[in-house]
């Protein structure tokens, strides 16, 4: 398998190749099993990032650098459900397209989690950034809330999201032909 070398928070890593269609690859960034990564990243993150109150991740890949983001800054972090869960009361939902998954998803986030946002601070944080598709949807749950978005951080940028003045990342990862 192809791999793209790239150092990302000081770390060198590997990142696999795959085909998303007969035009494009991406190199797939994956933090779930790197604890030294998630703990560098979230403190460079944190490091660029202005004063927030919470952090709001969309579920799943993004959320033990969401989690660790909150452990190193002491403030709390919601996640964005992929799917309406039987705890939830009045939740509130959006459509989402990602580049890495073929059918439209929804992003939900319980009545109860939305209110702590209600007139807060919010960082959104995401391992990567690439159409902004889900990023737009999270920021959308957020105002749904009265949220004011201090931020929006990631990882990584991939693609033209490298050239956005509007999100805060620490490096660029380039699409593949």
């Known amino acids: 398998m192809e791999k793209y070398k790239m150092t990302i928070a000081g ?12 035009n494009l690859s991406i190199a797939a960034f994956i933090m779930f099993n790197d604890v030294e990564l998630t703990i560098a990243a979230a403190k460079e993150l944190l490091a660029k990032c202005p004063e927030f109150d919470i952090i709001l991740t969309p579920e799943a890949k993004s959320i033990p650098l969401a989690y660790e983001m909150a452990r190193q800054s002491g403030k709390p972090y919601l996640v964005a459900r992929k799917g309406k869960k039987l705890y939830m009361h009045d939740p509130v939902r959006v459509e989402v397209k990602s580049i890495t998954t073929e059918n439209n998803q929804q992003l939900w986030i319980d ?11 919010v960082l959104i944080v995401d391992d990567v950034i690439s159409t902004g598709n889900s990023l737009n949807a999270v920021i959308e749950l957020a105002k749904r809330f009265g949220a004011e978005i201090a931020a929006c951080a990631a990882v990584l940028a991939e693609g033209e999201a490298a050239e956005r003045q509007d999100i805060i990342f620490l490096e660029p990862l380039p699409l593949f032909d």
């Open 111 to 121: 009545q109860s989690d939305g209110e702590l946002m209600r007139g807060k601070k």
């Open 11 to 22: 770390l060198e890593r590997e990142l696999p190749i795959c085909r998303i269609n007969d």
